[in-house]
């Protein structure tokens, strides 16, 4: 890279998520890294690389004194959307590395001043996006041309995009680990801990008390229709009408939770369950991210959500998980099988629910996988240091194409 010696850069971290949708699970992820990186890294610029900037803003703004939003990487990998393997990585290596765009140069520039090039969890690099595949080369690219770090944690890779692909980026990467054992034999890197693990101390539930008579809590349900083939989605609702209808709730109150607004309600799951679940018991998307996620222990929850499964057993709630799917759904609610929550899954399109279950146990060794969260996210971005004063940020000068050499650069 060359950049002169009188420029001095500022540690700038640069995340690259799938959040600002919004959808809760992704939503937690950022949050809790910008929450961490907050009380350990303070005075580090951190870049949220995400595909929604604008809603990102009003979502996190606050979580971290120097954060700022973009949507850069997101924006080159959206290029090859329509374009085979071996020209999406072309499009990506012109764009990221040579530069000689009028609609990415100066915001690339910009992020060269990036010391770390992090991708941060999340099931979205899987062959629901083929693109996504993308994202990873991108961020891979970005670093090499920064000299900066390049690491991913908690990813999910199923199913896989192109194998060959990821393995060889992820390869390049100076940290990998993901989040699912079928992830890391797929991709050759480490078994790690979902992200959402690191956030869990945010949870108003995490480390509350039983109630010491053993009265059984809410009862809370999610079932998604995005991601789901119709006649999926219509069996379990379906199955869910039957366990709320067969008795073996009665005496508790029902409530629906929305991971994405809209989504989850109109014309969708909460609307054909109205007249089970009354309107003042439905809580937006928005009620939940101000007021924070409501599981407690000794409630049931039901639920396709991948992270409501993760965080519900986490503070030490029963409940069912069902799957959407065979591949994608499937390996996400097995790798929270496998950690030891205890609820058992319903086959996608299943008619009847298995009864609620939980692990006593889980509750501990939750927090536990938080510990095993943090000690990666501490090896990665240890505390800093108080500084005297902040360095100078100068402008950092790019690697100048061939075609136009200086064009880019101010000395």
Not at 218 to 235: G, H, K, R, T, Y
């Amino acid at each position: 890279m060359s950049q002169g010696s009188e420029n001095v850069k500022n540690p700038t971290i640069h995340l690259v998520s799938t959040a600002g949708h919004p959808n809760f699970g992704d939503e937690f992820i950022a949050a809790s890294w910008l929450r961490f990186l907050a009380e350990r890294q303070p005075a580090s610029d951190v870049v949220l690389d995400c595909p929604d900037p604008g809603m990102a803003t009003f979502l996190f703004e606050g979580l971290h004194p120097r954060v700022k939003f973009t949507n850069l990487l997101w924006r080159v990998s959206w290029m090859t959307m329509d374009a085979d393997p071996d020209e999406g990585d072309v499009i990506v290596d012109r764009t990221v590395t040579e530069l000689g765009s009028p609609l990415f140069d100066l915001g690339l520039i910009e992020l060269r001043r990036a010391t770390t090039v992090h991708l941060i969890g999340g099931g979205h690099i899987t062959a629901n996006w083929m693109h996504h595949g993308r994202l990873v080369r991108a961020a891979r690219r970005l670093a090499e041309v920064s000299g900066a770090r390049f690491v991913a944690t908690g990813l999910g890779l199923m199913p896989p995009i192109d194998p060959e692909r990821i393995r060889d980026d992820l390869g390049a990467a100076d940290h990998a680990t993901v989040r699912d054992s079928a992830s890391a034999e797929m991709a050759g890197v480490d078994l790690g801990v979902n992200d959402a693990f690191l956030g869990l101390p945010a949870l108003p539930g995490f480390g509350a008390r039983p109630d010491p008579t053993g009265q059984p809590g809410d009862v809370w349900i999610n079932i998604q229709s995005d991601l789901a083939e119709p006649e999926v989605f219509e069996a379990n609702v379906a199955a869910v009408r039957a366990m709320l209808e067969s008795g073996r709730f009665e005496g508790r109150t029902i409530r629906y939770l929305e991971a994405i607004p809209g989504v989850d309600r109109d014309r969708r799951a909460y609307d054909l369950l109205a007249d089970l679940i009354p309107e003042e018991n439905f809580m937006s998307f928005v009620r939940l991210w101000h007021e924070g996620f409501p599981g407690r222990p000794l409630q049931t929850w039901i639920t396709t959500r991948y992270h409501f499964h993760q965080l519900a057993a986490a503070v030490g709630a029963e409940g069912v998980a069902i799957e959407i799917d065979d591949s994608y759904y499937r390996t996400k609610h097995q790798s929270l099988a496998e950690l030891g929550t205890g609820f058992p899954i319903a086959p996608a399109g299943s008619d009847k629910l298995p009864d609620p279950a939980s692990d006593p146990e889980f509750r501990l060794k939750a927090g536990r996988l938080h510990r095993a969260k943090l000690d990666e996210a501490e090896a990665l971005y240890p505390r800093a240091r108080a500084q005297k004063s902040e360095p100078v940020r100068e402008p950092v000068a790019p690697v100048a194409p061939q075609r136009s050499k200086g064009v880019f650069g101010r000395r």
